[in-house]
C-alpha cells in the first residue's frame, strides 16, 4: 500500500494564522499585551513608542506578509496534489477497476455527496467483484484505509475550532483578565465605561471582527465574533454587549447592505476609533418595533430627522448612529429607511438610564432635532430598512446568547472554587450530595447553552437557514444565566450577596438577557410559528 507523502517543506501552524491575519491582530498576539513602551498619547500598551512608528513598522512588513501569504498558499496546492496523487497510486495499486466498477464508485460517490454534502470522500473504492460459491456475481464495496482517515477527520464537534479562533479565543481571555477585569468593579460601580478598555478593544482589533482586511478589520468569523462576546462577559457583561452590538449589529448592516462608499468612509473607523450603535426603538415601539414614529423628511439633498429613540445600547460613547426612521408614515413598514447618523450632525444626548445591571454599558434617550443627513447616507435603499433590521437582529440574537453563556460560565467560575474552600460541619460544601447535584446540572445546562449558540452561529456562517435556532439559543441561554448567577450567590451565601465577590453582579446584569433584542416571550413566539410552518406543510 502506498502511503500519502507530505511535501518536503512544511509550515506551521502559527505561519498559517498569521498569513490570514491582519497585521493589528498578528502583532497583538505576538506581544500578548507585554508592557513594553508607554504611548505618550495611549493608555494602552504597545510595543512602538508612537504612531507614526507603528505605521512605519506596518508598512516595512507589508511586503513580507504578502510573500508569506503566497508562499503558504502555494505550499497548501502542493500539498493537496501531493495527497491525491498519493491516494490515486494507493487505489490503483489495491483495485484493478473495470468500467462497471468506475461507474458504480462515480454513483455511490453521488450517492453520499447528496447525504452528506460537506463530508465528501477523496475516492470511493469498489471492492473486486467476485464469483460466489452458487456461481452468481457477489458484489462488495469497502473503503481505503488513507480515505476511512479523511472521512474520520471531518467529523468534527461544536467545540472544533479552527487556528484563527482558537488563537482569538485565548488572546480574548487574556485580554478581559489583564485589561477588562481590574476596571469591572470601578466601571460598575460610576456606572460610566472606561475609555481605555474602549481604546484596548480597538487596539486589540476586537471591533471589526468579520470586517474585511483591507478596510481595517480581522476578517474573521461568525463565530470568532461570538467567541469574543463569550469570553468578555465572562469577566463583565457590559463591555461584552459593547463588543456585541458594534460588531453583530452595526458592522454587520454596513457590510451586507452599505453602498461601497459608504464602507469605504465608515468601516475603517469603525474598526479602529468610532463606536457605533443601533438606534431602533422608541417609547412607542418595543416589541413592535415597526410603530416606529421618528420621520425623515426629503429636503433637496438631504434628510432632516425629527423624533427620538431610547434604550440605545452604547449611545453614550458612539460617534456612529444607524437610525431607523420613516419616510412616509402611510406606508406603514415600508417607509422605514436606516440612515447613517454621525454625532456632529446633531445627535443629542436626552438622558442617560440608571440600570439594574450592566451599568457600565450606557443606554441613553436620543433626541433628533431638525438634524440634516446627507442623501448618499441612506443605507441600503429607502423603504427597506424594515428587512435591514429583521435581518441583522436574527443575526444579533445569536450574539446576545453568546454573552449570556458567558455570563453564566463567569458566574459559575466565581462560586466553584468556594465550594471546594470552605467546610461545614467538617466537610468541603462542594462534597454534599446535595450540592454536587445543583453544579452538575447547572454545567450541563451551561454547556447545552453554549452548543445551541455554537450551533446557530456556524449554520448563520453556513448560510443555511438560522431563525429558529437563533431563538431557541437566546432563549435558553437567558434562561440559564438567570438559574447559574442565582445559584452562585445561593452557593457562596453571605459572601455572594456582598460587592466583595462578582456574584451578585453577575446576577443583576443576567436579567437583560431575557429583556433585550427580543423579550423571551417574542423568541418563544418566533420558534412556535416556526414550527407551526414546518408541521403544517
Known amino acids: 500500500m502506498v502511503q500519502a507523502q507530505e511535501p518536503e517543506m512544511k509550515i506551521t501552524a502559527l505561519e498559517m494564522a498569521e498569513a490570514r491575519l491582519p497585521l493589528r491582530y498578528r502583532d497583538y498576539c505576538a506581544h500578548m499585551l507585554v508592557p513594553l513602551n508607554k504611548c505618550r498619547h495611549r493608555s494602552m500598551y504597545?510595543?512602538?513608542?508612537?504612531?507614526?512608528?507603528?505605521?512605519?513598522?506596518?508598512?516595512?512588513?507589508?511586503?513580507?506578509?504578502?510573500?508569506?501569504?503566497?508562499?503558504?498558499s502555494q505550499i497548501r496546492e502542493e500539498k493537496k496534489a501531493a495527497a491525491a496523487a498519493a491516494a490515486a497510486a494507493e487505489a490503483a495499486m489495491i483495485f484493478r477497476p473495470t468500467l462497471l466498477q468506475a461507474t458504480r464508485r462515480h454513483l455511490s460517490a453521488a450517492a453520499r455527496r447528496s447525504i452528506l454534502p460537506h463530508q465528501q470522500p477523496a475516492t470511493m473504492a469498489a471492492a473486486a467483484v467476485l464469483p460466489s460459491k452458487q456461481g452468481l456475481m457477489h458484489r462488495s464495496f469497502g473503503t481505503s484505509?488513507?480515505?476511512?482517515?479523511?472521512?474520520?477527520?471531518?467529523?468534527?464537534?461544536?467545540?472544533?475550532?479552527?487556528?484563527?479562533?482558537?488563537?482569538?479565543?485565548?488572546?480574548?481571555?487574556?485580554?478581559?483578565?489583564?485589561?477588562?477585569?481590574?476596571?469591572?468593579?470601578?466601571?460598575?460601580?460610576?456606572?460610566?465605561?472606561?475609555?481605555?478598555?474602549?481604546?484596548?478593544?480597538?487596539?486589540?482589533?476586537?471591533?471589526?471582527?468579520?470586517?474585511?482586511?483591507?478596510?481595517?478589520?480581522?476578517?474573521?468569523?461568525?463565530?470568532?465574533?461570538i467567541l469574543v462576546i463569550e469570553e468578555l462577559a465572562k469577566i463583565d457583561p457590559s463591555v461584552s454587549v459593547l463588543c456585541d452590538v458594534h460588531n453583530t449589529l452595526v458592522n454587520t448592516v454596513f457590510r451586507h447592505y452599505a453602498s461601497d462608499s459608504l464602507k469605504q468612509k465608515y468601516l475603517p473607523l469603525l474598526a479602529s476609533e468610532k463606536l457605533g450603535c443601533f438606534c431602533l426603538t422608541e417609547a412607542v415601539s418595543g416589541s413592535d418595533a415597526f410603530a416606529l414614529q421618528t420621520r425623515a423628511e426629503l429636503k433637496g439633498d438631504h434628510y432632516v430627522l425629527n423624533g427620538s429613540k431610547m434604550w440605545i445600547t452604547n449611545s453614550g460613547e458612539a460617534d456612529v448612529f444607524l437610525v431607523f426612521a420613516t419616510v412616509d408614515p402611510s406606508k406603514g413598514y415600508k417607509g422605514i429607511t436606516c440612515f447613517v447618523v454621525d454625532k456632529e450632525m446633531g445627535v443629542s444626548i436626552a438622558k442617560k438610564e440608571k440600570k439594574l445591571g450592566i451599568r457600565a454599558s450606557s443606554t441613553c434617550q436620543l433626541s433628533f432635532d431638525d438634524v440634516r443627513v446627507p442623501r448618499e447616507n441612506v443605507l441600503g435603499e429607502v423603504g427597506k430598512g424594515y428587512k435591514i433590521a429583521i435581518e441583522i437582529l436574527n443575526e444579533g440574537r445569536i450574539g446576545i446568547a453568546a454573552q449570556m453563556v458567558g455570563l453564566a460560565q463567569g458566574a459559575f467560575d466565581v462560586a466553584l472554587p468556594y465550594l471546594f474552600q470552605r467546610k461545614q460541619f467538617g466537610t468541603l460544601i462542594g462534597e454534599f450530595q446535595a450540592m454536587q447535584h445543583q453544579y452538575a446540572q447547572i454545567a450541563v445546562d451551561i454547556e447545552a447553552a453554549r452548543l445551541l449558540t455554537y450551533n446557530a452561529a456556524r449554520l448563520k456562517e453556513e448560510g443555511k437557514p438560522f431563525v429558529k435556532e437563533a431563538a431557541m439559543a437566546k432563549l435558553y441561554a437567558s434562561q440559564v444565566a438567570e438559574r447559574a448567577s442565582s445559584r452562585a450567590v445561593e452557593w457562596m451565601g453571605?459572601?455572594?450577596?456582598?460587592?466583595?465577590?462578582?456574584?451578585?453582579?453577575?446576577?443583576?446584569?443576567?436579567?437583560?438577557?431575557?429583556?433585550?433584542?427580543?423579550?423571551?416571550?417574542?423568541?418563544l413566539q418566533t420558534i412556535a410559528k416556526l414550527l407551526a410552518k414546518d408541521y403544517k406543510e
Open 494 to 523: 453571605g459572601v455572594g450577596f456582598t460587592r466583595d465577590v462578582p456574584a451578585e453582579k453577575f446576577y443583576r446584569d443576567c436579567k437583560i438577557g431575557s429583556i433585550y433584542e427580543g423579550t423571551s416571550n417574542i423568541q
Open 46 to 72: 504597545l510595543p512602538w513608542k508612537c504612531e507614526d512608528e507603528r505605521h512605519e513598522y506596518e508598512k516595512c512588513q507589508y511586503d513580507d506578509f504578502m510573500r508569506r501569504s503566497r508562499l503558504i
Open 145 to 225: 484505509s488513507a480515505v476511512r482517515d479523511n472521512e474520520e477527520a471531518k467529523k468534527t464537534s461544536l467545540h472544533t475550532l479552527s487556528e484563527d479562533e482558537e488563537m482569538m479565543r485565548e488572546m480574548v481571555s487574556r485580554f478581559a483578565r489583564e485589561v477588562v477585569q481590574p476596571k469591572v468593579s470601578e466601571m460598575d460601580e460610576t456606572e460610566t465605561m472606561d475609555p481605555a478598555v474602549i481604546r484596548g478593544l480597538f487596539e486589540a482589533g476586537l471591533m471589526g471582527v468579520e470586517t474585511p482586511a483591507e478596510l481595517g478589520g480581522a476578517e474573521a468569523s461568525f463565530l470568532s465574533a
